[in-house]
């Protein structure tokens, strides 16, 4: 059945809890691969996002970037849901809290949506009906994991995307530098990600030394889950060849990449995709920016 609601769940009976046995559309609809499009953009959300919460801070960015740049339109960017909160049900105190310590078993559930993502993109990219030049991916926080999960999956498939360019966005990345280093595969063998990084054409980092998210909590939530230290979104490591461009958000807070509060995310994505150059960036960016709805529950 054919679904133009440009939205690919992971999760479970559509909303909460746990990964799906194959993805679908955001409302349990089987996707359709007879659209052509040249471009596809994929956002993923992060740690403790529900699937509601997700859908309105993808809603707002996803009008925010269509308006900057008038070459994108909203059929182009596809929304991607995965599980990655608790099951505690309730916005309060004691729930989010419940939620939020549940971050080591959603690390787990990071890779394994990964693995779910690349189902989708093997069967969209490279046995789908289409005629997909270019794909990008952004994430954020764990969403990040999931990005980088899929495409290692993906490069075993390496010789069927040559004519496909591959651009990854990663923001507040809560993925460990050291999965990404260059010693990487030797040190880790199963959880390295670099072969997925390798992937792709063209990659590259938001990150913030004010991000208290990653800074505290994702210290202790990596040694609960067994894998070694300091976030990529923390400082924007390793600073080597892995990445093709980093930059610092100053004052950032882990939760302010997809509300662009000043328009900077956009502009940054759309240069470094090459989907606009500054040149023919509205003088006015600022003010096309939709006020976000804040999210209660804190999210990573």
């Not at 990964?19 to 992060?46: C, E, M, P, Q, W």
């Not at 993925?175 to 880790?188: F, G, H, M, N, R």
């Not at 040149?279 to 600022?286: D, H, M, V, Y």
């Amino acid at each position: 059945m054919t679904t133009d609601l440009y939205d690919i769940s992971l999760r479970k009976n559509g909303t909460r809890g746990e990964i799906s046995d194959n993805y679908t559309s955001g409302r349990g609809i089987t996707i359709s691969f007879s659209a052509f499009r040249k471009r596809l953009i994929l956002l993923v959300h992060g740690f403790n996002v529900k699937y509601d919460d997700a859908q309105k801070i993808y809603s707002s960015f996803k009008k925010r970037i269509c308006r900057t740049s008038r070459s994108l339109k909203e059929e182009d960017i596809w929304l991607v849901h995965w599980p990655g909160e608790g099951t505690a049900e309730g916005n309060n105190f004691v729930n989010n809290g419940r939620n939020a310590l549940s971050y080591p078993t959603q690390v787990t559930n990071a890779k394994e949506s990964g693995f779910l993502l690349h189902e989708f993109l093997l069967d969209y990219i490279i046995h789908g009906n289409n005629e997909i030049e270019e794909l990008i991916l952004i994430g954020h926080s764990l969403g990040c994991r999931v990005i980088l999960e899929a495409l290692k999956k993906l490069s075993l498939h390496s010789s069927a995307l040559e004519a496909k360019e591959i651009k990854i966005c990663l923001m507040a990345a809560a993925i460990p530098c050291a999965l990404v280093e260059d010693t990487s595969v030797e040190q880790y063998p199963q959880l390295e990600l670099l072969s997925g990084i390798n992937l792709a054409s063209y990659k590259f980092v938001l990150f913030s030394n004010t991000d208290e998210a990653l800074g505290i909590i994702f210290d202790g939530g990596q040694k609960l889950s067994g894998e070694p230290g300091e976030a990529i979104g923390l400082n924007g490591k390793p600073i080597n060849s892995v990445w093709d461009y980093r930059k610092l958000m100053k004052n950032f807070k882990h939760g302010d990449y997809w509300k662009d509060i000043n328009g900077e995310v956009i502009k940054t994505i759309l240069e470094q995709t090459q989907i606009i150059t500054s040149s023919t960036l509205p003088r006015n960016i600022n003010s096309r920016n939709i006020n976000s709805r804040t999210i209660g529950n804190r999210s990573i």
